[in-house]
């Protein structure tokens, strides 16, 4: 388990990065990460931060449910992605809120009672607008969604045997 884990989280990290800068070059201004309106842009200031969070709670989970994907075909293995993508928002959502208020904290705010704002306020803003914010970044969540097909049919491969194509 300990090797698909790793698989999937340093190929995912590679591939997020390599896509975060190509989009960077290709998007106008270079904005990749969507964003609430007035929001401080943490995420587009440390970018590399934010795509190792998601990769390393997608890295999990994707091990966890590679076999269920190998088991099925076609709309079944896309809707195991969905829901994989799904997971990975909802667990890495409140780990980047935290992350987001560390960062708020080191530009300057860092108030009295300090870890309890970055761990409440942090997992609950991370809640309630991390999801926005992955909904807001087309194209990189499309090609996010992608990849992720992608990686789980080579961890198929190369953890079960199976093939893409096979049903």
């Not at 560390?102 to 409440?120: E, I, K, Q, S, V």
């Not at 306020?121 to 996010?144: E, K, Q």
Request: with cysteine.
């Amino acid at each position: 388990m300990f090797r698909r884990i790793l698989f999937f989280t340093l190929t995912s990290w590679v591939l997020a990065v390599a896509g975060y800068y190509v989009l960077r070059v290709l998007l106008p201004n270079g904005h990749v990460f969507g964003a609430w309106y007035l929001m401080l842009l943490y995420h587009e200031a440390h970018p590399l931060a934010y795509i190792t969070l998601c990769c390393a709670c997608f890295g999990p989970l994707a091990a966890l449910t590679l076999n269920s994907w190998a088991r099925r075909g076609g709309w079944g293995r896309a809707g195991i992605v969905a829901l994989l993508a799904l997971a990975t928002v909802a667990v890495a959502s409140p780990l980047g809120g935290m992350l987001w208020y560390w960062h708020d904290m080191r530009a300057g705010y860092f108030p009295p009672d300090w870890l309890p704002t970055l761990l409440l306020h942090g997992c609950r803003d991370g809640l309630a607008l991390g999801w926005l914010i992955v909904a807001l970044s087309i194209p990189y969540n499309v090609l996010g969604l992608l990849v992720c097909y992608g990686l789980l049919a080579a961890g198929a491969r190369r953890f079960t045997g199976v093939q893409p194509s096979s049903q």
